[in-house]
């Protein structure tokens, strides 16, 4: 199936919904993978107000989300195929075509870097930084 979906998720396990549930207001932002970059780089997140990422892969090869901030917070990931809360999201991985939906709630403050680590994607400039403020 061209669509799948690779998740690694530190620790899988139910979250509070709290304020990154569906009834909560939330920024939302689009951001395409392609080859070799994320489309925004730079990703502007507020603290305190929970935000959905909206991620494409509108290349023509697999390209995954690798952001360490992601491991520490409480996520919800939803595919067309798959629903998961977790806490500490590890790895995103998109083929072609694919999406993928994360909502989170934006704590600590700072910038953030993210990258595709698919071998040699990283090196070739796919990378990205979250600017929490």
């Not at 700072?110 to 990205?128: L, N, P």
């Amino acid at each position: 199936m061209r669509r799948t979906l690779l998740l690694v998720a530190s620790a899988l396990a139910a979250c509070t919904p709290g304020p990154v549930g569906a009834e909560a207001a939330r920024a939302t932002i689009h951001v395409e993978m392609v080859e070799f970059a994320f489309r925004p780089r730079v990703v502007v997140l507020r603290a305190g107000t929970p935000v959905r990422i909206v991620l494409r892969n509108r290349g023509q090869i697999a390209h995954q989300l690798d952001a360490d901030y992601l491991r520490r917070v409480a996520v919800q990931l939803v595919t067309e195929a798959l629903y998961v809360e977790a806490v500490g999201l590890a790895i995103v991985r998109l083929n072609p075509g694919g999406s993928a939906r994360l909502d989170f709630l934006p704590g600590r403050r700072g910038r953030f870097s993210f990258a595709c680590t698919i071998e040699g994607h990283r090196e070739a400039g796919m990378t990205g930084v979250l600017e929490v403020r």
